[in-house]
């Protein structure tokens, strides 16, 4: 049977903050900057999910691309 690759990309946010209890929040600020902000600091991110495998003679697919962002958001995005 034919083999191919399919390829899905699908976008998260997180954020973060950087802060060490130790020390003064002025030492923080200087320290780690934007990344201490008390309110977080975020990032935006796209993570590209590839499969390999048969070509489903029925349907044309290795697999569905909305099988593929489910599996993404269920098995990791929902951890993220």
């Given at each position: 049977?034919?083999?191919?690759?399919?390829?899905?990309?699908?976008?998260?946010?997180?954020?973060?903050?950087?802060?060490?209890?130790?020390?003064?929040?002025?030492?923080?600020?200087?320290?780690?900057?934007?990344?201490?902000?008390?309110?977080?600091?975020?990032?935006?991110?796209?993570?590209?999910?590839?499969?390999?495998?048969?070509?489903?003679?029925?349907?044309?697919?290795?697999?569905?691309?909305?099988?593929?962002?489910?599996i993404?958001?269920?098995?990791?995005?929902?951890?993220?």
């Amino acid at each position: 049977m034919p083999r191919a690759s399919v390829t899905r990309k699908v976008h998260f946010n997180a954020a973060h903050r950087v802060h060490n209890p130790k020390y003064s929040d002025q030492w923080n600020q200087e320290m780690f900057g934007e990344c201490n902000n008390p309110n977080y600091h975020g990032h935006n991110y796209e993570l590209e999910l590839t499969v390999e495998g048969e070509i489903d003679p029925e349907t044309g697919y290795v697999l569905d691309l909305n099988q593929l962002k489910r599996i993404a958001e269920e098995r990791l995005l929902r951890h993220l």
